[in-house]
Structures are given as structure tokens and as C-alpha cells.
């Protein structure tokens, strides 16, 4: 069965860490693309960042480059994503999602066949 799961959101204060797991089964991360992306209260759900399948190349949304940071572990089937320097808009449901696609990884919803339920983030002092 065919299953990406999400893990590591929580409550944390502004300027803290978060580091958010996601784990397939069914699919290896190294054959697909995987991208992250969330959803913030009363906004459309946006990308944050991808890892593409070809060679592991990264891609970063404007508004979090430089303080996430995505990498995967084939060994353990995981994407995982580092979040620094958390500010209160990173408040959102966090989800990690599948692309079969060869080429660079995209920050747009579209082809991304296969997604997690999501895990909450919330920045608040």
C-alpha cells in the first residue's frame, strides 16, 4: 500500500526549530519526487520546497529560502524538512506529496499523485 506519513509538527516559539519527517511506503524516495507544502488558515495551500527524483537537486519557495532546508534519506525511506528561525506565518498544516516526474521538482500541486494527511505546525509564544 502506498502511503507517505507525516510527523514532527507541534507548538514552537518564534525563532525555534522544527524539523518535519516524512516517511513512504509503497514508493521509494529516490523514484519520485517529493515536495512539501502547507496550508495556512483561510490561505491556499502553497509549495515550500522539493527534492527532485533525477539527482536530488532542491528547490525553495521565496518566503522560506534560506531558513528551510529539504533532504531525504534513502536508507530510511524519509524527506525531511528543517525549519529555522520559525516565525508565526509558518503556522500551517504541513503536508509531503509524490511527483513521477524525471526532471526538476516544481513547486506547483499539479502531477503530484500521492499525499500525505498532513502534520500541524504552530509558531506562537
Known amino acids: 500500500q502506498l502511503q507517505l506519513v507525516e510527523s514532527g509538527g507541534g507548538l514552537a516559539q518564534p525563532g525555534g526549530s522544527l524539523r518535519l519527517s516524512c516517511v513512504a511506503s509503497?514508493?521509494?524516495?529516490?523514484?519520485?519526487?517529493i515536495g512539501w507544502f502547507r496550508r495556512a488558515p483561510g490561505k491556499e495551500r502553497e509549495g515550500v520546497a522539493c527534492?527532485?527524483?533525477?539527482?536530488?537537486?532542491?528547490n525553495y519557495a521565496d518566503s522560506v529560502k534560506g531558513r528551510v532546508t529539504i533532504s531525504r534519506d534513502v536508507a530510511k525511506n524519509a524527506v525531511y524538512l528543517q525549519i529555522d528561525s520559525l516565525k508565526p506565518e509558518d503556522t500551517a498544516l504541513y503536508y509531503c506529496?509524490?511527483?513521477?516526474?524525471?526532471?526538476?521538482?516544481?513547486?506547483?500541486?499539479?502531477?503530484?499523485?500521492?499525499w500525505g494527511p498532513g502534520t500541524q505546525v504552530t509558531v506562537s509564544s
Open positions: 506529496a509524490a511527483l513521477n516526474h524525471y526532471g526538476q521538482c516544481r513547486l506547483q500541486e499539479y502531477g503530484y499523485m500521492y
Open positions: 509503497g514508493l521509494t524516495v529516490d523514484y519520485y519526487s
Open positions: 527534492i527532485s527524483r533525477s539527482d536530488g537537486s532542491t
